[in-house]
Structure formats: structure tokens, C-alpha cells
């Protein structure tokens, strides 16, 4: 029964870090949001595979079982969220430098500040 508060307990810390992620505002910490989710992916998978093996009960692995996968789930979605996210980002920056490029070329075609003929008629 302790494995199950525990992962219940986990299962709470996965929530508060789902509303963290939702915070993080540069890619940096995205990225390491992003490997910290992997990693625990990895530690309920391990968990989950580790559940098969154990002395409990039937029932007490069922429910912890349940519990794991439903974390698992949980944990897939931040997941995603969080590489959309990122995307999202790269995405928006290579716009913002797209359109720095756009404005910085200059010729006949595209005339600057400093290069415009004023015609009057």
C-alpha cells in the first residue's frame, strides 16, 4: 500500500510540474522542462515494468498498475505540450528574423531611408 501513496504522491508533483512548464518562458528552460518530463517517462516505465515482478497482491498491482499508466499518460501529454510549445517558439523566431532579413535589403527594387528619390509633378 505504500507504493501506491507514493506514486499518488508523485502523480501530485507531475501536476505541479505541469503548471510550471506552462510558465516557462525561454527555450532553454523548455528544453531542460523537456528532458526532466523524460525523464521521469523513464522512471514510470521502469516502475511499470518492475510492477510485474513484484510480491503484492493482484489487486494492489492492478491499482498500481492503473495508477502508473494513468501517470504515464499524464506525463505523455506534458510532453507534448511542452515540444509544442518549443516549436512554437523556434517557429516565432525564425519569423522575427525572417522579417529582419526582409528589411535589411536595399537596391533599386527596394529602396531604404537613404536611398529615395523624391519626384514632384
Same mark, same amino acid.
Given at each position: ?5 507514493n ?22 528552460? #523548455?528544453?531542460? +522542462?523537456? &528532458?526532466?518530463?523524460?525523464? !521521469?517517462?523513464t522512471?514510470?516505465?521502469k $516502475?511499470? @515494468?518492475?510492477? *510485474? ?14 495508477? #502508473?499508466q494513468? +501517470?504515464? &499518460?499524464?506525463l505523455?501529454a !506534458? ?5 509544442? $510549445?518549443? @516549436?512554437?517558439e *523556434?517557429?516565432?523566431?525564425?519569423r522575427q ?16 531611408d537613404?536611398? !529615395? ?5
Amino acid at each position: 500500500m505504500t507504493t501506491i501513496n507514493n506514486t499518488s504522491m508523485q502523480g501530485s508533483a507531475v501536476s505541479a510540474g505541469a503548471t510550471t512548464a506552462k510558465s516557462g518562458a525561454s527555450d532553454n528552460s #523548455l528544453a531542460s +522542462q523537456i &528532458k526532466q518530463v523524460m525523464q !521521469q517517462i523513464t522512471k514510470v516505465t521502469k $516502475q511499470l @515494468a518492475d510492477l *510485474a515482478s513484484s510480491d503484492m497482491s493482484v489487486e494492489d498491482k492492478k491499482k498500481q498498475q492503473e495508477t #502508473l499508466q494513468t +501517470q504515464l &499518460k499524464m506525463l505523455q501529454a !506534458q510532453l507534448a505540450q511542452l515540444q509544442r $510549445q518549443q @516549436a512554437q517558439e *523556434a517557429e516565432e523566431k525564425a519569423r522575427q528574423q525572417a522579417m529582419k532579413n526582409q528589411q535589411k535589403v536595399e537596391g533599386v527594387n527596394h529602396p531604404s531611408d537613404d536611398h !529615395q528619390v523624391d519626384i514632384y509633378i
